[in-house]
C-alpha cells in the first residue's frame, strides 16, 4: 500500500471546519489519494450526477420513512431525491468538496437538506431509514465490521445498501459474505435483489446488489467483534 496524506482542508462552500485528523482508509491506500482528492478537478468516477436506478425505484415504491440518513453521499443525488420528496434527510460524507457540491445543488434546486462533513465508520443520531449506494464495498473486512456497527447504532428502521456484486469491478461482495456482515441479530428481516446500474467506473452496467435490512435490536453481538 502507498503512504497517503489525508487533506483536513474545507473548500469554499463547506463552513464545516477541519475534521478531526483521522488513518487513511483502504480504498485511500489503495487509490494513493484521500477520498475528496477525488471530486477535485471534475467529477469522481462513481458520480453519475443522478440517483441510482435502485433507490429512485425505491424512493418511487415509498420505502424511505420518517428521518432519513445517506451514508457516504457523496454530491448529495440521492439525498436530494428525497427531500424532493419531502422527507427529512440528512447527508453524511467524508470528502468537504463533496459536501460543498452537494449543498451548492441543494441550494439551486431549492431543497431544505442537511449535509455534513462526517466519517460514516463513526455515524451519530437516530434514523428511520438509511441508505448506502456504494460505500460498504470500498471498505476492507475490519472496516467493513466498524461500518456494520456504526450503522446498527444510528438505524432504528430500514436500512437500504446498494454495492458491487460477484462481476468483474473493483471491490467485489459476494452475496453470501453481504448477507453474513448484516446478520448479527436474529431478528434482522433481510430482501436482496441484483440491478444493474449505471456506472462511469467501468462504462458499462455493473452488476450490483441491492439489500434491505430490517434492523431488530441494533447493538452488535460479540461474533463481529476481531
Known amino acids: 500500500m502507498r503512504d497517503v496524506a489525508v487533506s483536513l482542508a474545507v473548500p469554499a462552500g463547506c463552513d464545516d471546519g477541519p475534521m478531526p485528523e483521522r488513518p487513511p482508509t483502504s480504498h485511500e ?13 471534475g467529477p469522481a468516477p462513481w458520480d453519475i450526477d443522478r440517483p441510482q436506478p435502485a433507490f429512485a ?26 427531500a424532493a420528496r419531502g422527507l427529512s434527510v440528512l447527508g453524511v460524507d467524508v470528502a468537504p468538496t463533496a459536501i460543498a457540491r452537494a449543498r451548492e445543488k441543494a441550494t439551486a434546486r431549492g431543497l431544505d437538506v442537511e449535509f455534513q ?5 463513526h455515524l451519530s443520531g437516530a434514523f428511520d431509514t438509511v441508505l448506502d449506494c456504494g ?9 467493513r465490521r466498524a461500518y456494520v456497527a456504526s450503522l446498527a447504532a444510528v438505524t432504528r428502521g430500514r436500512l437500504f445498501v446498494l454495492c458491487f456484486g460477484e462481476a468483474d469491478v473493483p471491490h467485489p461482495v459476494p452475496e453470501t459474505e ?5 446478520a448479527f441479530d436474529a431478528g434482522v428481516c433481510s430482501d436482496m435483489r441484483r ?14 446488489l441491492t439489500t434491505s435490512q430490517k434492523l431488530v435490536n441494533p447493538p452488535i453481538r460479540s461474533s463481529f467483534e476481531t
Open 195 to 208: 440491478s444493474n446500474a449505471p456506472s462511469t467506473v467501468t462504462e458499462e452496467s455493473c452488476d450490483q
Open 29 to 41: 491506500q489503495r487509490a494513493g489519494q484521500s477520498w475528496d482528492a477525488s471530486y477535485v478537478g
Open 178 to 182: 453481504l448477507r453474513a456482515a448484516f
Open 57 to 82: 425505484r425505491l424512493a418511487e415504491d415509498g420505502a424511505f420513512t420518517g428521518a432519513v440518513l445517506d451514508a457516504g453521499c457523496g454530491t448529495g443525488e440521492h439525498a436530494l431525491l428525497l
Open 117 to 121: 462533513v462526517g466519517d460514516a465508520l
Open 135 to 143: 460505500l460498504f464495498h470500498t471498505f476492507d473486512a475490519d472496516e
